[in-house]
């Protein structure tokens, strides 16, 4: 199977990435983290120090995988770009600003779906654009156009209670694109679903990517998966985590699953789980 | 359209259920009144200890005509009304900031829990005395009565939204009032409606207990008629059953509303 880059197990993932982009479209966001640190309170007077000293930079539009151990800092490191958590030391930057609080630019999925269970998918996914303020009218063409992109066209009716996981993580997605964000921060996101259909999720996520072109920062434990997506896959290890590797992933784009034999897959993947032993072990 | 035959599952009842419902409902009443009636003849119980029940919906239908009850019953609910309204959203208010602040919860929970402990009977005379034997003891005493409920079904509501919810909440940049509108009160309101069903059969108590202590009308003070100077028990039962209905009734007012409420949520 080696070298079956665009045999029958391939699906073009990128179909969009030619497609013209609409005037629009925000294109991606530049994030840097300069010698980042971030603790919490813990038992006793001690606080324990969850990422220290992380330098990431991330250019506009690419797309970076965070793989490492359970514990190592990776959903605190997307909660400090989010704008969730703010860092003890150290800096955090959105195109050359510092991130002070949640920012309209930046969009969070979470490792859950975390939909309103009284809601259905498509008030859902219209959500964000509520609180933002957008009218009625705005709103609905919105929600429309995002429920057929992400694929819950039919299903915009049900409340989460009556979706699978699968749909309900499309429902939370769409609710992440909605206000058309520079950056999408991704914890985990298909980790609930089972492999086949995670495989599925990731070509179209690229395929999403491909749309608009945000810059995306994906948490994974999933080798595969960090190298399928990502231009980089950055290690994080130890405890506190820090950054023990960066790796560039010289896959084309646009990308196929039928990809993932290919050897220099395979090498990334036995570069990466080399450092992943080795911060374990150390 | 297919997405249109996916309803939601039974967000209200299927009519075969209401039906079902309706036959069972009107079974247990039959027996209810035929054990009545069955203990009446068995115990040989004369009326004014135990009157029969048809003795019982004669009353009724003839205190009802001849406006012996009427006034008393609409004075009773007006009380019931406004003792719960001002109760439920003292209730609601204070429930949740008991859920959100440490420091009002350490404050004011101790006499909340302290005010509840002490028993409204006992307290009913000192209102009465306070507020006199008009219309606001009664509402004082009703919304007393109501509060602890459903402050407490509030905290609880509050409490229980979803931390993750929250999270999503901030990271959309939520106002306050939006994350009480959109998040806190719709997750709470199962609760909080579970406390208002609670709270507003304890305010048809407290009305009557109100009525009791000393009253110029109401169906407590009617109780006291029926069975003192106008000595007509079959009217004291009639009064009974009168507020049992007034309670069914401002209890089914509660449910309908939580239905239309959490359906638009």
Same mark, same amino acid.
Request: charged residues 25%.
């Given at each position: 199977m080696i070298g079956d880059r665009h045999g029958p197990?391939?699906? +073009?993932?990128? *179909?969009?990435?030619?497609?013209?982009?609409?005037?629009?479209?925000?294109?991606?966001?530049?994030?840097?983290?300069?010698?980042?640190?971030?603790?919490?309170?813990?038992?006793? *007077?001690?606080? %324990? !120090?969850?990422?220290? $000293?992380?330098? /990431? =930079?991330?250019?506009?539009?690419? #797309?970076?995988?965070?793989?490492?151990?359970?514990?190592?800092?990776?959903?605190?490191?997307?909660? %400090?770009? +989010?704008?969730?958590?703010?860092? =003890?030391?150290?800096?955090?930057?959105?195109?050359?600003?510092?991130?002070?609080?949640?920012?309209?630019? !930046?969009?969070?999925?979470?490792?859950?779906?975390?939909?309103?269970?009284?809601?259905?998918?498509?008030?859902?996914?219209?959500?964000?654009?509520?609180?933002?303020?957008?009218?009625? $009218?705005?709103?609905?063409? *919105?929600?429309?156009?995002?429920?057929?992109?992400?694929?819950?066209?039919?299903?915009?009716?049900?409340?989460? +209670?009556?979706?699978?996981?699968?749909?309900?993580?499309?429902? +939370?997605?769409?609710?992440?694109?909605?206000?058309?964000?520079?950056?999408?921060?991704? =914890?985990?996101?298909?980790?609930? /679903?089972?492999?086949?259909?995670?495989?599925?999720?990731?070509?179209? /996520?690229?395929?999403?990517?491909? *749309?608009?072109?945000?810059?995306?920062?994906?948490?994974?434990?999933? #080798?595969?998966? $960090?190298?399928?997506?990502?231009?980089?896959? %950055?290690v994080l290890g130890g405890r506190p985590g820090r950054v023990v590797a960066d790796l560039p992933i010289q896959l084309p784009r646009p990308r196929t699953l039928g990809q993932l034999d290919d050897a220099v897959v395979s090498a990334a993947a036995h570069e990466i789980r080399a450092h992943l032993d080795q911060s374990v072990a150390s | 359209m297919t997405a249109n035959a996916a309803r939601r599952p039974d967000r209200g009842l299927a009519p075969t259920g209401r039906r079902s419902q309706v036959m069972f409902g009107a079974a247990g009443l039959g027996l209810f009144l035929a054990l009545w009636q069955a203990i009446v003849v068995v115990g040989g119980y004369p009326p004014f200890i135990l009157p029969p029940p048809g003795a019982v919906m004669g009353r009724l239908v003839t205190g009802w005509a001849d406006g012996t009850i009427a006034p008393h019953a609409l004075r009773t609910l007006i009380e019931v009304a406004l003792g719960f309204g001002v109760g439920a959203a003292a209730a609601l208010v204070v429930g949740y900031l008991l859920a959100r602040s440490a420091f009002v919860e350490r404050l004011v929970s101790p006499y909340i829990v302290a005010a509840q402990a002490t028993p409204i009977l006992a307290l009913a005379p000192i209102l009465t005395l306070w507020f006199g034997p008009g219309l606001t003891s009664k509402v004082v005493i009703c919304a007393l009565i109501v509060f602890f409920p459903i402050a407490i079904s509030t905290m609880v509501g509050i409490r229980s939204v979803d931390a993750g919810l929250l999270e999503l909440g901030r990271s959309l940049r939520a106002t306050r009032r939006q994350v009480l509108t959109t998040l806190e009160i719709p997750a709470a309101l199962p609760s909080i409606f579970g406390g208002l069903r609670v709270g507003v059969t304890l305010a048809v108590v407290g009305a009557i207990v109100g009525e009791w202590a000393g009253a110029d009308q109401g169906l407590g003070l009617l109780i006291n008629l029926a069975r003192g100077s106008l000595f007509d028990i079959p009217l004291l039962f009639a009064t009974l059953v009168t507020i049992a209905l007034l309670g069914v009734a401002l209890y089914v007012v509660v449910v309908l509303v939580e239905r239309l409420l959490l359906r638009a949520r």
């Open positions: 197990g391939g699906r +073009a993932a990128d *179909r969009h990435v030619t497609a013209q982009r609409t005037a629009a479209a925000p294109g991606g966001g530049r994030i840097a983290l300069h010698g980042v640190n971030v603790s919490f309170p813990a038992a006793g *007077r001690q606080r %324990v !120090v969850a990422v220290d $000293a992380v330098d /990431l =930079d991330v250019e506009a539009g690419q #797309i970076v995988s965070i793989i490492g151990p359970n514990g190592g800092g990776k959903s605190t490191l997307l909660r %400090v770009i +989010a704008g969730l958590l703010r860092p =003890d030391h150290g800096e955090a930057l959105l195109d050359g600003q510092p991130i002070r609080g949640p920012d309209p630019r !930046v969009s969070l999925v979470f490792q859950e779906p975390r939909l309103l269970p009284w809601r259905s998918a498509a008030r859902n996914v219209a959500y964000p654009m509520e609180l933002a303020g957008w009218d009625r $009218a705005r709103r609905d063409a *919105r929600v429309t156009e995002l429920v057929r992109v992400v694929g819950l066209a039919g299903a915009e009716d049900r409340i989460p +209670a009556e979706l699978s996981g699968g749909m309900r993580q499309r429902a +939370a997605l769409a609710r992440a694109l909605a206000l058309e964000p520079r950056v999408l921060l991704l =914890d985990e996101p298909f980790s609930a /679903l089972d492999a086949l259909t995670r495989e599925r999720f990731n070509v179209e /996520l690229l395929g999403l990517w491909g *749309r608009t072109h945000p810059t995306v920062v994906v948490v994974t434990h999933s #080798i595969q998966e $960090a190298i399928f997506l990502g231009d980089r896959v %950055v | -």
